[in-house]
């Protein structure tokens, strides 16, 4: 199975933009790429997802490398409540696997 | 209703007691799941249920034992657990299994129920 790669942290400040970058090298033509964050004390939730064209909903927008070998989740107005561990996920057509990495733990500072 | 409820949200167990975790969707999901999340890592997948039927045992110990009783419900019965087996119990749901699966769709979790083994 392909695998994702993840920063440990990253830092933001309140209200500007946070861009989490994943890489996913070995990346199928079919694989799907979920995005999901866990609040602390929280169950995760689901953020965004796409194939090959990026993608925007009211949480994030998630911006797809032509190659699919990586891709980024940007947060455009970080708050307080974003902050968060933020977890890139591959997940194979007709998978019903969700395998979770390590993530990326955001901070966001006031 | 998007909730994935679990109950009890905390539960205190000794090694020799016998208890149950409950899961309840009322999202008419068909899929339902069981991780394990130990303390600053990413939750491990356990099982998967597809339709009311055990689609995925990720080699999860004997002593955690699933049920399905209906679709709406997913329950993990424990037994002579070790206190290495203390974590964050998580289930969620999504709506389809096989083909398209979970590629593009979403599963929604529920808030876990922590359990401490003594």
């Known amino acids: 199975d392909a695998k994702t790669t993840q920063p440990n942290s990253m830092e933001s400040n309140e209200e500007e933009p946070v861009h989490l970058p994943c890489n996913h090298s070995?990346?199928?033509?079919?694989?799907?790429i979920h995005w999901y964050r866990q609040l602390p004390s929280q169950g995760p939730e689901y953020v965004i997802h796409?194939?090959?064209s990026n993608v925007n909903n009211r949480m994030a927008s998630l911006a797809i490398a032509e190659d699919r070998k990586s891709s980024t989740l940007i947060l455009h107005r970080a708050t307080l409540r974003d902050a968060a561990v933020y977890y890139c996920i591959l997940i194979k057509a007709a998978g019903n696997k969700l395998t979770f990495g390590g993530g990326t733990r955001v901070l966001v500072k006031p | 209703d998007t909730e994935v409820t679990q109950t009890p949200k905390h539960l205190v167990m000794g090694m020799t007691n016998k208890k149950s975790l409950k899961c309840e969707q009322h999202?008419?999901?068909?899929?339902m799941y069981w991780y394990k999340q130990k303390a600053k890592k990413p939750p491990e997948l356990m099982f998967v249920?597809?339709?009311?039927?055990?689609?995925i045992n990720e080699s999860v110990p004997s002593r955690f034992s699933p049920e399905c009783p209906n679709s709406s419900l997913l329950n993990l019965h424990l037994h002579a657990l070790q206190p290495e087996d203390s974590a964050l119990y998580l289930c969620?749901?999504?709506?389809?299994?096989?083909?398209?699966?979970?590629?593009?769709?979403?599963?929604?979790f529920g808030q876990g129920t922590r359990l401490t083994v003594v």
């Open positions: 969620a749901s999504s709506q389809e299994v096989g083909s398209p699966g979970l590629m593009n769709t979403e599963a929604f």
């Open positions: 796409g194939l090959t």
């Open positions: 249920y597809s339709y009311e039927k055990l689609s």
């Open positions: 999202m008419g999901h068909r899929a």
């Open positions: 070995t990346i199928s033509g079919t694989d799907y």
